[in-house]
């Protein structure tokens, strides 16, 4: 048997994790205070996120961040909240630097601890919100107001399980469980083990409470309504293939719960170089990043691997499967099956019967690249012909040529580079990912 | 413009070959009435087929038979008409064999031309036939009831353009038409350029007359009704794809006459050898030929290299296409794009909700065949596994042992060899016709 409260105890921060995180906070609010109140600044701080509501993890699975939002009154102007609430986050953290996301914030470290200082709007539910965060406050309010210290216990071994699941984090990259969702299924369902029933238990699209199904024609394979504005899917982020792995996480946990189901999130290294002898070919795609976000940067990233995929498998290389990395550069890694295609390519032409198969017999009995043929197969006109892209690394150069990979990394294009990863180094940890992935990776 | 008195002349027999053929039959049917005399037997010689009736092609297009069916009143008793019949056809033909396709005859030559011997029962319109070969006679009577010497020289057309087309000989390794079906369509269609301007201009499936199209549920691609059983369809040999070439090139012969589409029954060499750089690979299947007529092993053949195509195609070696010959042995060529496959070979689970999903992943996180995986795509359980034929021949023996490869075939499965023909002279002929293959070509 397992014993969750042992587990809790690891997955929760230490005492002096929490000594620490209070004493940066409160630091943070203080010198914002009179910050304000010396600039004569008509905004409120608001300390939000799960390391004020002790919700957050042990350092070891999960860092915590310290948010502080400056709340602005409904009437300021946006150039104001924008100008007075940056100044404030560079006072703050002198040495912080602006962050563009979706809306302006100061990010920065103050011992060692991450801190974040982000202006919005007052907004009361019901309100409308002005700028991109201000339901964030609403959220902090609404769960602060429920949590009791059982649930944020539930709370706990539910992250460190959806962590190790593979599935925690709602960037785009990851599009999966976030803080806020994670913690309104376990306010809803009431514990961890509930919510471990419940998934392990549900076919389909799920949602929390049941009786949300498809309100408001949702089509997620999650509903999680928000608190503050019924008419919105708080979990509309998570992916249909995060919600089976975490629906098969459940089904593994009910039927051989273990410990292990917590603290799986580091990655056992294999030794793929020696047990690597798949017959297969493989090939990193190098792009410099673009200077954006993650979040800006992945969609693309993650289109270009599709359409570099697509356009292998229609030219018959067989891709395997492939993955991602987004660091310094923009990586994407494909597995192949084939790697030099034969000369001869089978086209098939129209039905004998159709208006332009004798066109087809003349384009093709003339044509020097016609190998064999024209010939009948069933009611078909077939030839064979001389295919265009035969090699693996010239067809993706063409793909890439021909085809638009997205808004930062089209101008870019000009600077790719192709490697055979198994006669790299530097990409060994890509690799590690990729040949290791398991029932919890993307 | 084309002159089709000068191709009549070309494609008719010369008047030496004439002469012999009817030397060769007076002088059969001699000898058949003074045995059938001396020996008191009840049957009555008749000359049928294309010589008799002059319908018969020029020697360097077609070699002509001289066809002699032996007509046993109705009451006969089966063992009589063959025991008669055969031993008259011996008579005639000392060196002669005994035959039995569907129906027993004798086979040998007189002053060098095919002469057939071939028992059967007296039949009128409308009666039923008791043996297979019975309808011949009356044919053979209605055509010659109805042929004019203009009508003659427009069949002589129409069958060197189907000889031509590839598309002549009822077969089982044809499937195509018949001396009697060329004959039919002539008839009502009046003339060699009507036919082709007929099948030029339809699509689908085609009766002649159009009004026979669909009688009595045929859904054949040719519908030809049998001039003395109108519940019969004399074309219901003709194949889909047969009917298409024949349809094709009736399209390009309306287009762009020319005396070529006479003559083309010799395919030119090709010089496969050094133009067959294709990047595929080719394996001959040889199988001893057994002791059966050519119409009993073609079936089996063909079903033989339908399995293997198949499998090689589940399989993964992207098969081209195939060729057969039967001749001292049986061959089949196949040729793939690929002979040796990954070690990894993706293998798709069920998807995450189905009640499987449990014994998937317990199954293969234990299995030695692992490679990656079990891992989640969609909503869908995968794992990379080892797979169990990587190569060709291993594939292709493999193949053969677990499968049926017909009745004839199965016996001499043991004394299988495989061939890469690239490599080997006897096969030149086969590789010919099958880089050859084109518009006119099975």
Redesign the interface.
Known sequence: MIDLYSVVSRVSPTKEEEDRIREVTDLAVGRLNAYLRENNINAVPAVVGSSSRNTNLVHSLRSSDVDIFLVFPRDARMEDLKKFGLAAGHHILPEGVEKYAEHPYVNGFINGIKVDIVPCYAMDKGERKISAVDRTVLHDKYLKSVLTDDLRKEIRLFKAFLISAGVYGSEVSKAGFSGLVSELIIVRLGSFLGAVQYFSSR??NIAIPESDKGIHGFHSPLVVMDPVDDTRNAAAAVS??NM??L??QC??FV?NPSESFFFRNKREPVDWRSAS????HFRVIEIPRPDEVDDVIYPQANRFRNVVFDYLERA?FLP??SGIEIGNEVLVLIET??K?????E?HTGPP??SPN??DF?EKWTSSPDR???????????MV?RVRAL?DLDEAIINCVKVTGIGKHLDPLKEDLKMHDPVKVMRFDELMNQY?????M?S
């Open positions: 076919r389909g249909t293939e089976a792995r629906k098969m089904r593994l039927k002898d798949r017959g297969t018959g395997v499967s099956e084939r030099l295609l034969p000369l001869v089978r004998v019967d198969s004798m017999i190998l064999r043929g024209p010939y009948i197969e069933g009611d078909r006109l064979e035969r040949m290791s992935r398991g029932i990776d």
